[in-house]
Nanobody
């Protein structure tokens, strides 16, 4: 059983910062790509930032220079540092990971966290 547990969401004023964390636990052998997605009311879920196992990153254009994704492979964790937050960043943020569960099969499986609310408002 694999779980992705998120933390760090909340209410912040424009220009503020939040740090989201996500840790995978359970039957985890290794993790390939990890990512943060978000979904605002009335909009489709979109990829905010991705990071490969080797640390190669990619960002949504609107968050470049403000958000930083990182990971700690020893802790099976991924983080999203969000600075200079704007009201348009308001959304539910979801952790995503492709996890290899066992060497019996090297196939990876996609997992999602439950989501954490980020609200940017004055």
């Amino acid at each position: 059983q694999v779980q992705l547990v998120e933390s760090g969401g909340g209410l912040v004023q424009p220009g503020g910062s939040l740090r989201l964390s996500c840790a995978a636990s359970g039957s985890v052998f290794s993790i390939n790509d990890m990512a943060w997605y978000r979904q605002a009311p009335g909009k489709e879920r979109e990829s905010v930032a991705t990071i490969t196992r080797g640390g190669v990153t990619n960002y949504l254009d609107s968050v470049k220079g403000r958000f930083t994704i990182s990971r700690d492979n020893a802790k099976n964790s991924v983080y999203l540092q969000m600075n200079s937050l704007k009201p348009e960043d308001t959304a539910v943020y979801y952790c995503n990971a492709y996890i290899i569960k066992s060497t019996m099969s090297w196939e990876d499986y996609e997992y999602w966290g439950q989501g954490t609310q980020v609200t940017v408002s004055s």
